[in-house]
């Protein structure tokens, strides 16, 4: 594929030679990567980790020669990385230093609706909102990014996004029989944060879709961490990358140029059961995978990103950034490395809320910019859920383009694809899967606090345009038996 077709000819050269982006070989990686920084803490009077972002406009050099007008958090680009532990209480102060209303959403979080930062709780200019909650789930690769209704691709594609990482103190730190997962941020843990953009000649971003595509901005320059091209210094045996897929629309599928094995650790939510060796791990937007990969001294290893599987024909694929091969990242290893440990051979117990068989509660069907025919209402929870409840939701894209789907405050089970028990990748906590046109997903995830019967959380396709369109619904979780009120405008934005 690639260079090859261009100049084909034919009714189909201008097509075929347009959607062409292929970076595999081509790539330089002659700047280092930057390494988002933690974000500082300070405790308040009540115990509180407190945290401040504040979202202004900046100018970034994401590529040599002049700078892109950017937004970013604490920052000129994306924003630094959270780090809390099971247990603590957080507050982040997030103020907003832009012309335009935002919102800050903790994406995999388990809190309450109006610490949630959805479209029910936009952020005006030069206000401050201070949401506070207390950590209550697995160690695990989160992030945050705005979510004003109906201009999320927007915000997050000029670049506020960050990571938030989740330790757990009861989780041990080597596995029963030894081992232990590289650890020093930075240093052996690295964050990658991986985004496609469209630069124009004088490299500002370009925020129109491209020809066809029907999943909005698909971009083809690559940045990670707000670098192109970027080199990452390695001095241990093995490196644990953080890999999230930050992109408005593309779909990754990472490997190493080389083809190498690495061991698939986590997933959205958690750590998998068992370190999964692999050589391919696909990322829609808004996934996480953290993999850990391990290197010979003096070696070069280059994360590439492979021509994505999206079930899809030839043509619907090509304008869904399917046919692009794209080079992401490369580690290089010193001279002498510093051995690592070895990984352990467990590692975090496997959800287990349903057995794959459990009746559904629930059916989804993604169409168009729709979900059961219905186009978002902020004024509408579509339905509530009962408090504790454990619920089992079968997710269909029927149209036959790419969708993916997200649920806020729940990780989720995958019960079963198609019937079939889910592939190794999709064993762990999860709360962004990519659905396959066709193809049912069942998913069981059981919610927990109360929420606001008239705050609700979203469940949305994270292809950005998707979403702004309207491929997005809302759920309350009520005391059984309880009605969930309804969400008026007068009730947000305080
Ligand atoms: Cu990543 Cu509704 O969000
Ligand atoms: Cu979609």
Redesign the pocket.
């Known amino acids: 594929v690639g260079a090859a077709a261009v100049g084909t000819g034919g009714a189909f050269g201008w097509w075929w030679a347009s959607a062409d982006i292929d970076t595999a070989g081509r790539v330089e990686f002659e700047r280092r990567l930057a390494i988002p920084p933690l974000a500082p803490a300070r405790r308040d009077a009540e115990g509180r980790k407190v945290f401040d972002l504040r979202a202004a406009p900046g100018k970034h050099r994401l590529r040599p020669g002049r700078p892109t007008a950017t937004w970013g958090l604490n920052g000129s680009y994306l924003g630094p990385t959270l780090r809390a532990a099971r247990g603590e209480t957080v507050r982040v102060n997030v103020r907003n230093g832009l012309r335009e209303t935002t919102s800050l959403?903790w994406?995999?979080m388990h809190l309450p609706a109006r610490m949630d930062g959805?479209p029910h709780q936009p952020v005006k200019p030069g206000a401050t909102w201070s949401p506070t909650w207390t950590i209550d789930q697995p160690a695990a690769t989160l992030?945050y990014?705005p979510?004003p209704h109906g201009e999320?691709a927007r915000h997050v594609y000029r670049g506020l996004a960050g990571m938030f990482i989740l330790d757990d103190p009861k989780t041990p730190k080597t596995g029963p029989t030894g081992g232990a997962l590289p650890s020093r941020y930075g240093v052996d843990d690295i964050p990658v944060i991986v985004q496609d953009k469209r630069l124009d000649d004088a490299n500002q971003l370009d925020e129109s879709h491209p020809r066809m595509s029907e999943v909005g901005l698909l971009g083809d320059v690559i940045c990670v961490n707000g670098t192109t091209g970027p080199h990452h210094p390695v001095t241990t045996e093995r490196v644990r990358l953080r890999l999230l897929n930050a992109s408005n629309a593309r779909i990754y599928r990472f490997g190493f140029a080389d083809d190498r094995p690495f061991a698939l650790v986590g997933t959205d939510g958690g750590l998998l059961p068992a370190p999964y060796k692999t050589t391919r791990i696909q990322l829609s937007?808004?996934e996480r995978a953290e993999i850990v990969v391990t290197l010979r001294p003096g070696e070069r290893a280059v994360l590439r990103s492979f021509p994505p599987d999206l079930g899809l024909n030839l043509w619907d694929r090509r304008f869904a950034g399917g046919d692009d091969a794209l080079d992401i990242l490369e580690l290089r290893a010193a001279r002498a490395l510093e051995p690592s440990p070895r990984l352990p051979d467990e590692l975090a117990p496997a959800p287990a809320l349903a057995p794959r068989t459990t009746a559904v509660d629930r059916k989804f069907e993604l169409s168009g910019f729709t979900i059961n025919g219905k186009s978002m209402d902020m004024r509408r929870i579509d339905f509530a859920v009962d408090l504790d409840a454990t619920e089992v939701w079968e997710v269909t894209a029927t149209d036959g383009t790419q969708h993916n789907f997200?649920v806020?405050d729940v990780q989720f089970q995958v019960l079963s694809v198609d019937g079939k028990p889910p592939p190794p990748e999709l064993a762990g906590w999860k709360?962004?899967v990519h659905t396959r046109p066709g193809i049912p997903f069942r998913l069981a995830m059981r919610f927990r606090d109360h929420s606001d019967r008239d705050m609700p959380y979203?469940?949305?396709c994270?292809i950005l345009y998707h979403?702004d369109q309207g491929l997005?619904g809302q759920f309350a979780v009520v005391e059984p038996g309880e009605k969930p009120g309804r969400p008026g405008p007068g009730k947000t934005g305080r």
């Open positions: 959403h994406h995999g959805g992030w990014h979510h999320t937007p808004a997200h806020h709360d962004t979203m469940y949305h994270h979403e997005m």
